[in-house]
T-cell receptor, first 116, second 107 residues
Framework: EVQLVESGGGLVKPGESLRLSCEVS????????MNWVRQAPGKGLEWVST????????YHADSVKGRFTVSRDDAKNSLYLQMNDLKAEDTAVYHC???WGYGVYWGPGTLVTVSS | DIQMTQSPSSLSASIGDRVTITCRAS??????LVWYQQKPGKTPKLLIT???TLQSGVPSRFSGSGSGTEFTLTISSLQPEDFATYYC?????????FGPGTRVDLK
């Protein structure tokens, strides 16, 4: 069974950092591109970051470019999102997502709240 | 970057109604489009890939069409469990932009 479980969310102040993790099981992690998608309270879905299977390419939304960094450790079946200089508008549930299209799987998400 | 829009942003409908949601891309994306259904407190559920391929287990009252820049999601006969928010998303290349969503509620 495919499982994705995010962790690392919490309450932080503006300007602080946080590192999210996503541990996966049930599939060969190294075969898949992985993504982060967030959803602010009561708002729509926003793509955040993507990393390809060999970590040779990473992509970030303009809203987080220069502040967030996606990475992966295939030996640990884990995906990460390093979030620096957090802003109030980064408050959201962050989902780990496997691939796109018919192979997509979503984790339940971890809540990040940025507030003073 | 390619922008994704959806119309309407919300709609009210009755059980049994035919419902159509439109998604537009600011540049052609061939058929690299998916549709999701999301209910409150839940993760999005994949309905359609490649603009028109119904995912396994999704009722046949859902259908998708379109290519290039204009796409539609149709629910042929709305059922109680279909009240939700629907999102389109392009997935051909980054940025993997979502549409803003269409909320379907009970009239």
């Amino acid at each position: 069974e495919v499982q994705l479980v995010e962790s690392g969310g919490g309450l932080v102040k503006p300007g602080e950092s946080l590192r999210l993790s996503c541990e996966v099981s049930g599939f060969i992690f190294s075969d898949y591109a992985m993504n982060w998608v967030r959803q602010a309270p009561g708002k729509g879905l926003e793509w955040v970051s993507t990393i390809n299977p060999e970590s040779t390419y990473t992509y970030h939304a303009d809203s987080v470019k220069g502040r967030f960094t996606v990475s992966r450790d295939d030996a640990k079946n884990s995906l990460y999102l390093q979030m620096n200089d957090l802003k109030a508008e980064d408050t959201a549930v962050y989902h780990c997502v496997r691939d796109w299209g018919y192979g997509v799987y979503w984790g339940p998400g971890t809540l990040v709240t940025v507030s003073s | 970057d390619i922008q994704m829009t959806q119309s309407p942003s919300s709609l009210s409908a009755s059980i049994g109604d035919r419902v159509t949601i439109t998604c537009r891309a600011s540049q052609a994306i061939s058929t690299h489009l998916v549709w999701y259904q999301q209910k409150p407190g839940k993760t999005p559920k994949l309905l359609i890939t490649a603009a028109s391929t119904l995912q396994s287990g999704v009722p046949s009252r859902f259908s998708g069409s379109g290519s290039g820049t204009e796409f539609t999601l149709t629910i042929s006969s709305l059922q109680p469990e279909d009240f939700a928010t629907y999102y389109c998303q392009k997935y051909n290349s980054a940025p993997f932009t979502f549409g803003p969503g269409t909320r379907v509620d009970l009239k």
